[in-house]
T-cell receptor, first 116, second 109 residues
Framework: DSGVTQTPKHLITATGQRVTLRCSPR?????VYWYQQSLDQGLQFLIQ?????ERAKGNILERFSAQQFPDLHSELNLSSLELGDSALYFC??????WGNGVDEQFFGPGTRLTVL | GIQVEQSPPDLILQEGANSTLRCNFS?????LQWFHQNPWGQLINLFY???GTKQNGRLSATTVATERYSLLYISSSQTTDSGVYFC???????????FGQGTILTVHP
């Protein structure tokens, strides 16, 4: 158990819908990351937050958005869902963002999203 | 951005065999991590190793940062070692761990 929690574990929805994925980082970690794992794209970085502020952005679609709240939990919102959005979505957390071990990322169990 | 390549893509072993997985990266790294993704999809941290050598039980890893590669050694493999092994690197871009395509390991009893 990494200490990172994600809910829900599974989500089945229809095209065009909107869903929210939730992540609670390890105790003491200030940085939260979101990744998407799909069969054709592999593991891709989406976005990073540090202490409530966005720090880095990767291959995140405009239909997707995220935020980190004052209690440090994070939510990833996916809207106007398409079949191709079906994937495993991981949240990770780390103490800090740079160097000397503080940037070691620990991953949650993931949310498996199926869009029908 | 940084490129990460892993080899071999697939590896099939008999229980008790040893193996070496390789990860090449295209630029200087601030963070290099090895993960094991088990059959249930969970990503388990194996090593945080931007340079040097570490050992944890039957697993060990070595990163030679100047030559831009890392190796993961698995000794006396067990069926529970099966799964996908990922190497991921953090280059000069904040936060963005870039993952290799993984090595699929199958250990037969």
């Amino acid at each position: 158990d990494s200490g990172v929690t994600q809910t829900p574990k599974h989500l089945i929805t229809a095209t065009g819908q909107r869903v929210t994925l939730r992540c609670s980082p390890r105790s003491g970690d200030l940085s939260v990351y979101w990744y998407q794992q799909s069969l054709d794209q592999g593991l891709q970085f989406l976005i990073q937050y540090y202490n409530g502020e966005e720090r880095a952005k990767g291959n995140i679609l405009e239909r997707f958005s995220a935020q980190q709240f004052p209690d440090l939990h994070s939510e990833l919102n996916l809207s106007s869902l398409e079949l191709g959005d079906s994937a495993l979505y991981f949240c990770a957390s780390s103490v800090g963002v740079w160097g000397n071990g503080v940037d070691e990322q620990f991953f949650g169990p993931g949310t498996r999203l199926t869009v029908l | 951005g940084i490129q990460v390549e892993q080899s071999p893509p697939d590896l099939i072993l008999q229980e008790g065999a040893n193996s070496t997985l390789r990860c090449n990266f295209s630029d200087s790294v601030n963070n290099l991590q090895w993960f094991h993704q088990n059959p249930w999809g969970q990503l388990i941290n194996l090593f945080y190793i931007p340079s040097g050598t570490k050992q944890n039980g039957r697993l060990s890893a070595t990163t030679v940062a100047t030559e831009r590669y890392s190796l993961l050694y698995i000794s006396s493999s067990q069926t529970t070692d099966s799964g996908v092994y990922f190497c991921a690197a953090l280059g000069t871009s904040y936060g963005k761990l870039t993952f290799g395509q993984g090595t699929i390991l199958t250990v037969h009893p």
